[in-house]
Nanobody, 122 residues
Framework: QVQLVESGGGSVQPGGSASLSCVASDFASRLVCMAWFRQVPGKPREVVAR???????IYADSVKGRFSISQDIAKGTAYLRMNSLKPEDSAIYYC????????????????WGRGTQVTVSS
């Protein structure tokens, strides 16, 4: 069974930073789209950032200039560095993987992690 294992997150003060990691070892050394989505109760899951090898990463407007996504193809791992965090960034963050070009649509992603909570609060 394919697994995406997320780590990182937790509680952070406004203006602080946090990092998330997602390991998809079954896809090591493969060209895949890896993305981060987030979701708060009562709202649909929204894409935060996505990356595909040799293409520029794409960010949601709400996180541009503050978040950075990267991918280690050899390890099948994606990272999300989050700076200048705001309370509205609080959500469950999900890693997702798609075995072709990226899409902003959650329904296009077949593989998902279980999610990790990020809470931004003073």
């Amino acid at each position: 069974q394919v697994q995406l294992v997320e780590s990182g997150g937790g509680s952070v003060q406004p203006g602080g930073s946090a990092s998330l990691s997602c390991v998809a070892s079954d896809f090591a050394s493969r060209l895949v789209c890896m993305a981060w989505f987030r979701q708060v109760p009562g709202k649909p899951r929204e894409v935060v950032a996505r990356t595909y090898p040799r293409r520029d990463p794409i960010y949601a407007d709400s996180v541009k200039g503050r978040f950075s996504i990267s991918q280690d193809i050899a390890k099948g791992t994606a990272y999300l560095r989050m700076n200048s965090l705001k309370p509205e960034d609080s959500a469950i963050y999900y890693c997702a993987l798609k075995t072709s070009y990226c899409s902003p649509d959650a329904a296009a992603f077949r593989y998902w992690g279980r999610g990790t909570q990020v809470t931004v609060s003073s």
